[in-house]
């Protein structure tokens, strides 16, 4: 008799917890990536090329988040052509993909021409617009709001203008922008007023077009605005430049540690972990 109503005990408490509802609680990233998930066409200045390859700053932005130890979520539109193999490393690798939506169609692909130190971005012609493939902050999982960091990659200067607007309003956040529309004489007004939004700005040389890329200081200083406080000057194989309140103020030792670092597979380091 005992041992029935032992059993009749254990039925009666898994009937119980099955009947409660779940309250698992959304996890949120430290760092929230919005970009593009591109499809890359790559040729190089010797005739070598690379085909279908995964691309898209995003990619890179959420693994370099995880190698510093981040939680990370990606915010994208995914293309059914885009390497599932690609998805599935970033899955392996503790990256959030639950902010990424599927287009149900092809997504955009772009040619990557390089040129030396400059490269010319080309999208295949009858496929979705840069912004189709863009992410926008209404389709941000509610819980993601409350990251501590957001990093805006290259994107049509109207998507980044809107989200940088939106993210700027969440109290405490870390917001960075790596631009995808030039830095040019006719944009530098444009790039002031939505930069005044962002904490840090990322801009590699060939996506300066005013001033000096040897030294950009004078360029950088005509952003100065709002709350932008660090700029990161992308190098390429020289490595970058931190720049900090738009004047230089790391020591020599400092400076080549982050040109190492920005040397490597990852472009340049996460904005969270400045």
Same mark, same amino acid.
């Given at each position: 008799?005992?041992?029935?109503?032992?059993?009749?005990?254990?039925?009666?408490?898994?009937?119980?917890? @099955?009947?409660? *509802?779940?309250?698992?609680?959304?996890?949120?990233?430290?760092?929230?990536?919005?970009?593009?998930?591109?499809?890359? #066409?790559? %040729?190089?200045?010797?005739?070598?090329?690379?085909?279908?390859?995964?691309?898209?700053?995003?990619?890179? =932005?959420?693994?370099?988040?995880?190698?510093?130890?981040?939680?990370?979520? %990606? @915010?994208?539109?995914?293309?059914?052509?885009?390497?599932?193999?690609?998805? #599935? +490393?970033?899955?392996?690798?503790?990256?959030?993909?639950?902010?990424?939506?599927?287009?149900? !169609? &092809?997504?955009?692909?772009?040619?990557?021409?390089?040129?030396?130190?400059?490269?010319?971005?080309?999208?295949?012609?009858?496929?979705?617009?840069?912004?189709?493939?863009?992410?926008?902050?209404?389709?941000?999982?509610?819980?993601?709001?409350?990251?501590?960091?957001?990093?805006?990659? *290259?994107?049509?200067?109207?998507?980044?203008?809107?989200? +940088?607007?939106?993210?700027?309003?969440?109290?405490? =956040?870390?917001?960075?922008?790596?631009?995808?529309?030039?830095?040019?004489?006719?944009?530098?007004?444009?790039?002031?007023?939505? %930069?005044?939004?962002?904490?840090?700005?990322?801009?590699?040389?060939?996506?300066?077009?005013?001033?000096?890329?040897?030294?950009?200081? @004078?360029?950088? !200083?005509?952003?100065?605005?709002?709350?932008?406080?660090?700029?990161?000057?992308? !190098?390429? @194989?020289?490595?970058?430049?931190?720049?900090?309140?738009?004047?230089?103020?790391? &020591?020599?030792?400092?400076?080549?540690?982050?040109?190492?670092?920005?040397?490597?597979?990852?472009?340049?380091?996460? &904005?969270? =972990?400045?």
């Amino acid at each position: 008799m005992r041992g029935l109503q032992s059993r009749a005990a254990r039925r009666n408490v898994r009937r119980h917890y @099955a009947r409660r *509802p779940s309250k698992v609680r959304p996890v949120t990233p430290d760092l929230v990536v919005l970009g593009n998930l591109l499809v890359d #066409d790559m %040729v190089f200045p010797d005739g070598r090329t690379r085909m279908a390859e995964p691309g898209g700053a995003t990619l890179y =932005a959420a693994l370099g988040a995880r190698l510093w130890g981040l939680a990370a979520g %990606v @915010a994208s539109v995914r293309g059914d052509d885009y390497p599932a193999s690609a998805l #599935d +490393a970033l899955t392996a690798r503790g990256v959030d993909l639950s902010g990424v939506r599927p287009l149900g !169609r &092809p997504g955009l692909r772009t040619w990557l021409l390089y040129e030396g130190a400059r490269r010319q971005v080309i999208h295949h012609l009858d496929l979705p617009s840069h912004a189709e493939v863009s992410p926008t902050a209404a389709a941000l999982p509610p819980s993601w709001r409350r990251a501590r960091a957001f990093y805006l990659a *290259p994107m049509p200067f109207d998507v980044q203008r809107e989200l +940088a607007l939106d993210l700027s309003r969440i109290p405490g =956040a870390f917001v960075a922008l790596d631009p995808y529309r030039l830095l040019t004489a006719d944009s530098v007004g444009d790039w002031r007023e939505v %930069v005044a939004e962002v904490d840090a700005l990322f801009l590699s040389e060939d996506e300066l077009e005013v001033g000096s890329r040897d030294e950009p200081r @004078a360029a950088l !200083r005509s952003l100065a605005s709002g709350r932008l406080r660090f700029v990161l000057f992308k !190098r390429g @194989a020289r490595g970058g430049i931190l720049y900090a309140g738009l004047e230089d103020t790391l &020591p020599r030792s400092r400076k080549r540690e982050v040109r190492a670092r920005s040397s490597g597979v990852i472009p340049s380091p996460s &904005p969270a =972990a400045t």
